[in-house]
């Protein structure tokens, strides 16, 4: 049975690295098998967790004997889940032709409940927290701040100030507050080329568990 | 029934002016009273007796009503025992009893040394409350003294959010009343976004190569933001594409985002009138699975060869692996995202990159709408706000820190008040 | 109609949310209105699940290109439905978990969808060489900087880059490659990240507002539809 | 030959290769492979050699294909995994901070060691698990596991297996539930922590094996925070290292070090200014620079070299492609 699952694992990993090369048999295997067998995986952990577990489970709780012997509901149910199952099979309404458009409805409700649910939720984390994180002094005398650290709290400011200018829409980015603009599109430069040499690293230690795995675990080739 | 756009947009201002006034009555109507009680005097120490490891009870136990809440919490606060120390503790934990509506004291909870506080979720507005405390060491228990009945209370309003529903509610009515003025006419400038300037380009590039258009909208559900400001790109796309007459396809990765694209597409074509070019065939589901998407559609990139490739949305680690493989491909690729983590890839693999904000104000500019622009120019007055905040907050702390001065630490603390709402 | 109940729909819900914010008795609405969420996500998954379903058996009937392969994909999706469903494998009874160490279900995870999960991440690093070869020019003065925090930080995150600066002197130990890969970490970087959040959070209002306002309706459908 | 006959070979050569290698494992035909200093050498010249002829192809104005950049990461990857010879690790201060704090613990300290990561995370921090233990183990001190992340113990499990296998340490005969346990995994994140602060016992009734703590030698004694000397945390995400600190740290003083991933490991430095942290190892460096100053050279070092040789790659790539840009003037499209 272990051999079985090296060989497997090993084969799934090879073709799927053969797409490197080029677009090929091996690797129209494996993504074959890999986008039917993840579907049904994700439709069971759906279906059990939310279906059942969610659904089920809290319209109809389990029963549990009480103190006098008799079996009762061991939580409340919870009715309104019901709304949740109707709008779902609303969306099937999809599959008949003439009522189709009843399946906007389901649509149009998660459509309202994720831009209710983050107008705030992103207004609070984005844009109040930060505003709130870059209110920091600049240099003081009661102040114990190396230079450095001074130095890196004014580039904070200034480029989140000219940042923000250069996500202004509605003015023309000329004259001063073209070049702030300018400033702006290069504090946001300098920050991808950080956040980019910062992920190389832990993208090659992903390689490395395969190559490790290859030439390790399935040929034994080193220890 | 055809309703006037206009009618409806009414319509949503009345309602939510009402309930802005509904909320300030409410406001007027809560007054606030603090329920706290406190406990008197706090019970003597006990006599002492060999062997035993003494320690002293907690004091100035305290029970009020939670504040903010719908009155299904009470918070209970205290000063540890002085017994009760880091290192070498003589305090081995408390035990919380709680006594409902007069009736025998039980044990709600057991808590670890140096609590000094406990939120009971398990109260209800009808019922009244008491509490005590034990402090047990390994062979000796005492009692604080008994808090006096209290019951939670509902609150209507939460105030610890008055100034985070200021402010939004400020910058929601900047938004409203830009749309508005542009709907009666004002002329907005809206500046130059490279990207979404070049789609018209990149589509004709595809009609003329013969090839299709290949429209990624990330890999979260309906449930992200990002893949709602995707789906309105998607409207005026698919409204190019219908009019230029290309070829699309749209893998995805969850169902109801194939539900809603396919209703999106539909809508363009027919307002393009083309509804008969329309197939249901344009988007297809693949699998939840994240890698397993990227895999089909790299696999769809190198077969099918697009001329033109978005991907838009939220995007994790694929998003190097998909914007490489399109490039491999000799796609003009327009990426944009939300993820400050994944712009850098598309800035490295594609040719034009949409940066945060600029995901979100995309259809509003491709719409060239006046009421659409105005929003945008509604938004600029927030960055405006946040701009101001900034130099205010800094130079009032900068002031204070370097000179001391009483009056800027003020201004200090209040606008980190007002900006620390949660 | 077909247009205006949807329309309304999306402003209430929206509207109703927004507010229970602010709303202490309103507050748990957000976690029902998830839940409903998910459990309208399974029912979707059964046009999903079909449309895969149908894709393939097309394929299949009319003999297209790499037919064979679709196959593959259908036997794939219905084994692991069954393996799911009847929790086949499964030690213990029904009520187990479906993913319980030793099922049939958790057997496949590991050893099918577990390799090809990492191989398929582990791309990434060799799409991070590629990119980095080609893209990484110093065409303008954005890309250079850009370049330039890359290189700074890359360096400064291997033993290398203590070879190259480790004889700079401690006072200006800043210069120091591991030290400024750092700093430009803690400041530069936390500028960029901050003007860009900013920017999220009034773009999402904007955006969010207009949906509920209904000034953006292109998801919506045709009245004759 | 056609393309497609070639290919087919190269195909037919990496599969027989691969099933010798298999069965050479199985049957114990094939030991593991080294390079000699010399061949290793040779090998690091050729890629060098590889790189020039790049950089010249270049600066002719023919920009390489995409595949040859994949081919110079893969060779870049799976070479330093055969080779002898020795990186010379710099030992950063943060990670002597945390050999100082476990070296001056007196034999027979108790030691706690939280695995918070699952296989993905793994090839960062299995090495440091590894070193660890091995340290701790091989100078008496007493280890004490548990997981917050539900595939933590069998990590753990995994690291202990590993490190069993040394012979230093198989000489010790070291004795389960007396030199160390697993008390495996708990569910309930930092409140865990938490409870632990007060009754250990109260979160972990058994063990990992499902014996019962109170017949573990070693920690029927052990009531909480207070009877641990020293804490050593392994984390990829939440609940982990900041978790750790904000609770068993400050409320309870527990003195503790962390390793990291890579991507986690620069939020940590504050804590370390702070003084909340003893120690810190940050990925594969912090791995290799720990295994190196415990004298056990095991897959840090080894996946070291993998990573350093992988960023010189990107890293002359890139100055490649900037050579090659400012010679032609324009870049074109690879």
């Known amino acids: 049975m272990e051999h079985v699952a090296l060989w497997v694992a090993a084969f799934l990993t090879l073709g799927i690295i053969s797409f490197l090369y080029k677009d090929n048999p091996w690797y129209k295997l494996c993504e074959a098998i890999f986008v039917g067998i993840s579907a049904g995986y994700w439709f069971i952990v759906l279906f059990w967790d939310n279906i059942v577990g969610k659904f089920w489970v809290g319209v109809f709780p389990p029963k549990e004997l009480n103190d006098v012997g008799e079996l009762v509901n061991s939580v409340e149910p919870d009715y309104w889940l019901i709304v949740g199952a109707v709008l779902g099979v609303l969306m099937l309404m999809r599959l008949i032709p003439n009522i189709g458009w009843i399946s906007r409805w389901p649509l149009a409700f998660i459509i309202g409940c994720t831009s209710g649910l983050y107008l705030i939720n992103y207004f609070s984390s984005n844009m109040m927290r930060q505003v709130q994180g870059t209110i920091m002094p600049l240099l003081g005398m009661n102040y114990e701040l190396s230079t450095y650290d001074i130095i890196g709290n004014i580039i904070i400011v200034i480029g989140t100030f000219t940042g923000l200018i250069y996500f202004y829409f509605s003015k023309e980015h000329k004259g001063w507050f073209g070049r702030a603009a300018k400033v702006g599109i290069w504090t946001i430069m300098i920050t991808f080329g950080a956040s980019f040499g910062y992920t190389v690293m832990s993208r090659m230690s992903l390689l490395i568990g395969r190559v490790d795995f290859l030439f390790g675990d399935w040929l034994g080739l080193i220890n | 029934m055809r309703v006037g756009k206009s009618t409806f947009l009414h319509l949503c201002l009345a309602f939510s002016l009402s309930l802005i006034l509904i909320l300030i009555l409410l406001t007027l109507v809560s007054a606030q009273e603090v329920d706290s009680l406190r406990s008197s005097t706090d019970s003597a120490y006990t006599i002492p007796d060999s062997g035993l490891v003494l320690v002293a009870p907690v004091t100035s136990l305290i029970a009020e009503d939670y504040k903010y809440d719908d009155g299904e919490q009470l918070k209970l606060s205290w000063v540890p025992s002085i017994d009760d120390q880091l290192v070498d503790s003589k305090v081995l934990g408390y035990r919380l009893f709680r006594s409902i509506d007069g009736g025998t004291p039980e044990i709600l909870a057991k808590l670890p040394p140096g609590t000094n506080s406990f939120l009971d979720r398990t109260v209800q507005r009808e019922r009244k409350y008491q509490y005590y405390l034990e402090t047990f060491s390994e062979n000796f228990v005492v009692q604080s003294i008994v808090t006096a009945a209290i019951s939670p209370e509902r609150e209507w309003l939460n105030l610890d959010r008055g100034w985070l529903f200021i402010i939004a509610l400020f910058i929601s009515i900047a938004i409203i009343f830009f749309v508005e003025k542009a709907k009666r006419g004002h002329k907005l400038y809206v500046r130059k976004i490279a990207g979404l300037e070049a789609i018209d380009e990149a589509v004709g590039r595809a009609t003329e190569m013969g090839r299709p258009v290949l429209f990624i909208p990330g890999i979260n559900d309906m449930d992200d933001v990002q893949t709602l400001a995707a789906l309105t790109i998607l409207g005026r796309v698919s409204r190019t594409i219908a009019d230029y007459d290309s070829q699309i396809f749209m893998p995805v990765s969850r169902s109801l985002v194939m539900t809603a694209a396919r209703e999106t597409i539909k809508t363009s074509y027919m307002a393009a009138g083309r509804p008969d070019a329309y197939s249901d065939d344009m988007v297809n589901y693949v699998t939840d699975e994240q890698f397993g998407y990227v895999a089909a559609v790299d696999g769809l990139m190198v077969r099918e060869r697009p001329a033109t490739v978005f991907l838009l949305g939220a995007f994790f680690a694929e998003s190097l692996i998909l914007a490489e493989t399109g490039n491999s491909v000799g796609a003009i690729q327009i990426a944009g995202t939300a993820r400050p983590a994944q712009l850098p890839f598309f800035i490295a693999a594609c040719d034009f990159t949409l940066i945060g904000e600029e995901l979100f104000a995309a259809s509003a500019y491709l719409s060239g709408e006046p009421r659409q622009l105005g929003s945008l120019k509604g938004q600029d007055v927030g960055k405006g706000l946040a701009m101001s905040v900034i130099i205010l907050g800094v130079l009032a702390v900068t002031i204070a820190t370097a000179w001391d001065v009483e009056i800027m630490h003020n201004v200090h603390n209040w606008l980190l008040g007002v900006f620390s709402s949660n | 109609m077909k247009r205006l109940v949807p329309l309304t729909i999306t402003f209430i819900v929206g509207f109703v949310l927004i507010f229970s914010v602010f709303l202490p008795p309103a507050e748990g609405l957000d976690q029902t209105f998830t839940l409903y969420f998910d459990i309208i996500a399974v029912f979707a998954f059964f046009l999903g699940g079909g449309n895969l379903m149908r894709v393939h058996i097309n394929k299949l009937r009319r003999q297209k290109k790499d037919w064979g392969f679709s196959v593959v994909t259908i036997a794939g999706f219905l084994f692991m439905l069954a393996a799911g469903l009847f929790k086949i494998g499964n030690p213990g009874d029904i009520a187990t978990a479906v993913d319980t160490q030793g099922s049939l279900f958790k057997t496949v995870f590991d050893y099918v969808i577990n390799p090809l999960q990492s191989t398929m991440y582990s791309l990434l690093a060799f799409f991070v060489a590629s990119a980095s070869y080609r893209a990484f020019r110093a065409k303008n003065r954005e890309a250079t900087l850009l370049l330039i925090a890359a290189f700074v930080i890359l360096l400064g995150r291997t033993p290398f880059g203590m070879m190259v600066t480790g004889w700079i002197p401690d006072s200006f130990s800043i210069f120091q490659i591991p030290n400024l890969a750092i700093w430009i970490m803690n400041s530069p970087n936390l500028a960029g990240q901050r003007a860009i959040i900013i920017g999220i959070g009034l773009g999402v209002i904007s955006m969010s507002l207009r949906l509920i306002l209904g000034v953006e309706r292109s998801y919506l459908g045709d009245d004759n539809a | ?334």
């Open chain 4, 1 to 334: 030959m056609s393309t497609r006959a070639k290919e087919l070979l190269v195909v037919g050569i990496v599969l027989l290769f691969c099933i010798i290698a298999y069965l050479g494992k199985v049957y114990g035909w094939v030991d593991t492979v080294v390079f000699s200093p010399m061949v290793s050498m040779i090998v690091v010249g050729i890629i060098i050699l590889g790189l020039v002829f790049v950089l010249i192809r270049t600066l002719q104005g023919r920009l390489i294909n995409r595949q040859v950049v994949f081919l110079f990461v893969g060779i870049a990857v799976i070479m330093p995994f055969f080779m002898s010879i020795t990186q010379k690790i710099r030992t950063s201060p943060e990670v002597q901070q945390l050999y100082d704090a476990v070296a001056e613990l007196p034999k027979g300290s108790k030691v706690l060691v939280s695995f918070d990561y699952d296989p993905p995370s793994a090839p960062e921090l299995q090495p440091m698990a590894e070193a660890f233990l091995y340290y701790c183990l091989s100078n008496d001190l007493k280890v004490i596991i548990m997981g917050l992340w539900p595939q933590g113990a069998q990590q753990a499990n995994l690291a202990l297996e590993a490190i069993m296998k040394n012979e230093k340490l198989a000489a010790k005969g070291l004795e389960y539930g007396k030199d160390y346990v697993n008390l495996g995994y708990q569910a309930g994140n930092e409140f865990v922590i938490q409870r632990m602060g007060a009754d250990f016992s109260s979160m972990f009734r058994t063990d990992y094996s499902g014996r019962h703590y109170e017949e573990l030698e070693l920690v029927k004694n052990v009531k909480n925070f207070s009877n641990i000397d020293y804490s050593f945390n392994l984390s990829a995400g939440y609940p982990g290292t900041q978790e750790w600190v904000q609770v068993a740290v400050d409320r309870y003083g527990l003195k503790m070090g962390c390793g990291n991933t890579a991507v986690q490991a620069p939020m940590m430095y504050t804590y370390l200014n702070a003084g909340q942290l003893v120690g810190l190892l940050g990925g594969m460096n912090g791995a290799a620079e720990f295994e190196q100053l415990v004298k056990y050279p095991g897959k840090g070092t080894k996946f070291m070299l993998s990573q350093s040789f992988a960023h010189m790659i990107v890293i002359a790539f890139i100055i490649i492609g900037n050579v090659a840009f400012f010679r032609s003037g324009r870049g074109k499209k690879l």
